[in-house]
């Protein structure tokens, strides 16, 4: 008896995806994308603003007119790096040569 019953179960199972099938035409289903594309190698481009103060040149490197690094060039001293690397607009770390930048960081995605 439950060797029957079981028969009867994998028919049903078996019919009923096989009719599933037959309506999608035996491909899957289209699915829209669910984040936007993205065109590859759009990178925005860093601006670079350049001014003189006291005998100094200071170079402000920015992206989307928010400033991430300060170049501070003095006529006898060796240049020295002012970095905002949380993106507060703070300056967080003073470097003396280009060295000891940190790695690059891209935003990806904001919103």
């Known amino acids: ?13 078996s019919t009923s995806a096989w009719s599933q099938d037959s309506e999608l035409g035996g491909r899957p289903p289209d699915i829209s994308p669910a984040a936007p594309e993205v065109e590859a190698g759009a ?21 989307n007119g928010q400033v991430y690094m300060i170049k501070v060039i003095s006529g ?5 790096y ?3 690397l949380d ?3 703070v300056m967080d770390v003073t ?8 790695v690059p960081q891209w935003v990806l995605f904001q919103w």
């Open 87 to 89: 993106g507060d607009g």
């Open 43 to 63: 990178v925005p481009e860093a601006e670079v603003t350049i001014t003189e103060q006291d005998g100094k040149t200071i170079e402000k490197y920015s992206v």
């Open 95 to 102: 470097r003396d040569s280009p060295e000891d930048i940190s």
């Open 76 to 80: 006898d001293a060796p240049p020295y």
């Open 82 to 84: 002012l970095l905002d």
């Open 1 to 13: 008896m439950k060797y029957s019953a079981l028969i009867v179960v994998v028919t049903l199972l």
